[in-house]
Structures are given as structure tokens and as C-alpha cells.
């Protein structure tokens, strides 16, 4: 099973922009799919954003226009840049992997609060 790694979560103001990492134990060039979960207090998790192989996207329509996923094969990383957030972005933020087995992260805390 591959090893998923979250960093960049925090505390940001409304309107603010976090830039959240996930780094992967093993080589991510063949991996079907990676992406961004979330889940709030009481909520179940949901879908944020997944990019393939090919470098396809799809993001939530909550988060259209706002995030971007993006991925670098070279460094096994796969990346989630989040602007203009808002308090109902507040979640904790977990990568996923489909290599093709299923892989998730231990996920990381983002906050967004005046």
C-alpha cells in the first residue's frame, strides 16, 4: 500500500489561500488517479478535486474556479492550491490515491475563520 503524506493545512482568514502537499512512498507516473477529499464536522467525506494519469481534472462544484489540483510526477506529489476560501471550506483535507488499489493519507486541518 502506498504512503500518503498531507502538509500545508492551517488557519486562514476568509478570502485567504493555503496550497496543500501530499507526498507519495512510491512512484506516481502509472497510478490511475489521485486526488483531495474532505470532511467537515458531522459531514460525510466528499469529493475536491481528482487528477489522472493523463492530467485530466475534475473538481467539486463548490470549488470550481477556486482550486486547482495539480500533480508532479518527478516528485511523487500531488498538489491542491485553494483560494478565495470561505468558512465552509473548514475541513480536515485527506489525498487519495488509486494505483489502482485504493490509498488515503492521514488527512490535514484547514480552518478557515476571521
Known amino acids: 500500500q502506498v504512503q500518503l503524506v498531507e502538509s500545508g493545512g492551517g488557519l486562514v482568514q476568509p478570502g485567504g489561500l493555503l496550497r496543500l502537499s501530499c507526498a507519495a512512498s512510491?512512484?506516481?507516473?502509472?497510478?490511475?488517479?489521485m486526488g483531495w477529499y474532505r470532511q467537515a464536522p458531522g459531514k460525510q467525506r466528499e469529493l475536491v478535486a481528482v487528477?489522472?494519469?493523463?492530467?485530466?481534472?475534475t473538481q467539486a462544484d463548490s470549488v470550481k474556479g477556486r482550486f486547482t489540483i495539480s500533480r508532479n510526477n518527478a516528485k511523487n506529489a500531488v498538489y491542491l492550491q485553494m483560494s478565495n476560501l470561505n468558512p465552509e471550506d473548514t475541513a480536515v483535507y485527506y489525498c487519495?490515491?488509486?494505483?489502482?488499489?485504493?490509498?488515503w493519507g492521514r488527512g490535514t486541518q484547514v480552518t478557515v475563520s476571521s
Open positions: 512510491a512512484n506516481i507516473f502509472n497510478f490511475v488517479a
Open positions: 487519495y490515491a488509486l494505483s489502482p488499489g485504493q490509498s
Open positions: 487528477i489522472t494519469k493523463d492530467g485530466s481534472t
